[in-house]
């Protein structure tokens, strides 16, 4: 079927068999896909039969269908002329792992961060009445991605505004791990609504009793009943006094189901209308849909048994949960808080060793935020751990509500630096910017595990303010070196030098060591001095404005954008001295997806290509 379809025109055009018929081969192909090349496997697979009806009844160019994070939009992909490239997902130059207006015509709008789709979708529907434009806007959001703020703050407008706009809640229960809150609880129990339940096992039991044609003909006469019958018992009314008219809720696996409730909401709405769609998560992949936290988003696997081929070390996730597990042990003041990421961050083992004092707050950066500053303010001890990507969107609580206050929050940044395939949604390129310039802020980044393990120590033991760990995605790293004691605002002297400074901070200190090892080698002359400066805030200003002020040349790396991070306070600070200061980092532009060699060879930030350009200024000292 698949081969068949070249434009979403095409899947207008199927039959109802044909679209039931075009679901496994879109679901064979996003597994082939997603297995050799990672990604959000779950959360496509739990919406092809959506995304099918959907295309079916609305026409993407004339309606806008905007996704939600867009981790859940590969069947969208593969029928809206992105088939043939499909191969090439997440991959450098190929397809985004999200929706991307600069990738396709079909985007109508793009996400990464989740939690946006209600708010740009009112604002393209407002856009359009006032443009005269026809055509409907859905907006298609999950459970987990409802429990965010923003998502709220657009129920609330819409409601408002009243415009015609239609919003598909995709509930399978699920955010990464088990969906929480109140909202869900309450979604839970639309669903299994007692007293439907009962009348509806009564109703198909009693089918049960006629013969065969008979029998299918009164389950689909019963099936257009049990839409209408259905509000009679759903206790649905948060939505309705939000202003949306409530429909569901509605197999979302059932297509010609979806396709007919579709149709009736295209031809009648008046106003806003709330559409809930139950689906489940890692739908026809028998792995995924008994696993859904480690198949929502994964490294390449095997298809035949579901296992991760890379291998499994320590990341540097991990082992921030595994250290604060042994921290909180012995203080009982340590949380533990996340907004939906408990596995990413490392949490798991934590939440089940203290359960009293682990927080999963939902997709909720800024409550996370300043949920810790209330409980800091009570002498507790948080330890807020979100992906550097996401707490850009709480830096005004970050601000506000911790750093204004001096409240003692311990923020373990995941994922600094550049991820990877995810690409410019998720990587952490910025946290070093917009940390910098917070006063009351200690900010650190660590170069291997040992100096992780005493930067979280650091952590827990300092009262005076907030304090942020960053630190990047993958292995964490072990060393040999044993760093020294860890003084406020003091870099790391590895080897003393003369003449010529590497400056490393984070994991770009490695990069720095290996330079400095080129060095060693080719100009035997040269000593340089090889600093790991874990602080990025406060700066060493006794190293800089008595040592390095003296010096001829600095190198600094950092992971971050040059602009606000590590290299440009260094060089703000030795404006009136001679010292020339060579930065290096990443430049002025959102980074794209891609592996992280090739990225870093992209933008000529691996240590072989730095060296080729530093090399004739070497040659000059
Ligand atoms: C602001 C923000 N925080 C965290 C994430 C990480 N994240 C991506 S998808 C997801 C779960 C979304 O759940 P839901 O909306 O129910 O969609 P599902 O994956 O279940 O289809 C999370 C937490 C994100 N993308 N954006």
Not at 87 to 106: A, C, P, V
Request: proline letters at 5%; charged letters at 20%; glycine letters at 8%.
């Amino acid at each position: 079927m698949l081969e068949k379809i070249k434009s979403p025109e095409d899947v207008r055009k199927l039959s109802l068999q044909e679209l039931i018929a075009l679901a496994p081969d879109i679901r064979k192909r996003i597994i082939e896909v997603t297995a050799r090349n990672g990604g959000h496997i779950g959360p496509s697979l739990g919406v092809t039969d959506l995304t099918i009806a959907l295309l079916k009844v609305f026409n993407p160019l004339e309606d806008r269908i905007i996704w939600d994070v867009g981790h859940q939009s590969y069947a969208y992909k593969i029928l809206t002329e992105r088939n043939e490239r499909f191969d090439t997902l997440r991959q450098m130059n190929g397809i985004s792992g999200f929706n991307n207006i600069f990738e396709s015509r079909y985007d109508a709008f793009g996400a990464g961060h989740s939690s946006t789709s209600i708010s740009a979708s009112l604002g393209i529907t407002v856009a359009k009445e006032l443009k005269n434009r026809d055509g409907r806007t859905i907006a298609v959001i999950g459970d987990g991605a409802l429990t965010a703020g923003i998502a709220f703050e657009a129920l609330n407008h819409t409601g408002h505004l009243h415009k015609d706009m239609i919003v598909i809640l995709n509930d399978n229960n699920m955010s990464i791990s088990k969906n929480v809150g109140a909202l869900q609880a309450y979604l839970t129990n639309i669903l299994v609504s007692r007293s439907y339940n009962a009348v509806k096992a009564k109703v198909w039991d009693l089918f049960q009793h006629f013969p065969g044609r008979i029998k299918r003909r009164m389950i689909a006469v019963a099936q257009k009943f049990e839409e209408n019958l259905i509000n009679f018992f759903v206790p649905n009314v948060i939505f309705e006094d939000l202003g949306f008219k409530y429909v569901g809720p509605v197999d979302g696996h059932n297509i010609p189901r979806l396709v007919r409730i579709f149709h009736k909401v295209k031809r009648n709405m008046v106003g806003p209308v709330m559409i809930h769609v139950v689906t489940k998560k890692g739908k026809g992949y028998e792995f995924a849909e008994a696993n859904a936290p480690k198949f929502h988003g994964l490294g390449p696997f095997e298809v035949s048994t579901g296992e991760c081929i890379s291998k499994k070390e320590i990341s540097y996730s991990r082992f921030m949960g595994d250290t604060l597990c042994r921290l909180a042990k012995n203080n009982k003041k340590i949380v533990a808080i996340t907004a939906a990421m408990a596995e990413g961050t490392g949490l798991v083992d934590f939440s089940q060793k203290f359960p009293s004092r682990f927080f999963d707050v939902g997709i909720a950066e800024q409550h996370a935020v300043t949920f810790a500053g209330g409980l800091a303010i009570e002498g507790m001890k948080p330890f807020v751990a979100i992906y550097s990507t996401f707490l850009q969107r709480a830096l005004d609580q970050v601000i506000h509500d911790i750093a204004l206050q001096k409240l003692p929050v311990v923020f373990c940044l995941d994922r600094g630096g550049i991820v990877g395939e995810d690409g410019a949604t998720h990587h952490g390129a910025f946290d070093l910017s917009y940390l910098n310039f917070i006063p009351n802020m200690i900010v650190m980044a660590p170069s291997n595990a040992m100096e992780f393990e005493l930067m979280l120590k650091f952590g827990a033991g300092y009262q005076d303010g907030p304090v942020a760990i960053r630190y990047p995605r993958g292995t964490a790293l072990l060393c040999d070196r044993k760093g020294s004691k860890l003084k406020t605002g003091c870099f790391e002297i590895v080897n003393p030098g003369s003449k010529l400074a590497l400056l490393g901070i984070g994991n770009a200190f490695n990069d720095a060591e290996a330079i400095f090892k080129k060095i060693k080698t080719d100009f035997p002359e040269l000593n340089p001095y090889l600093i790991d400066a874990r602080f990025l805030k406060p700066l060493d200003v006794n190293f800089l404005f008595k040592t390095a002020a003296s010096l001829d040349l600095i190198f600094t790396f950092e992971d971050n954008s040059l602009i606000g991070g590590f290299g440009s306070s260094v060089q703000a600070m030795l404006t009136n001295s001679p010292v020339k200061v060579h930065s290096f980092g990443y430049p002025d532009q959102f980074i794209p997806h891609g592996s992280i060699p090739a990225l870093k060879k992209k933008f000529k930030l691996n240590p072989e290509q730095i060296y080729r350009k530093i090399k004739p200024i070497l040659a000059e000292l």
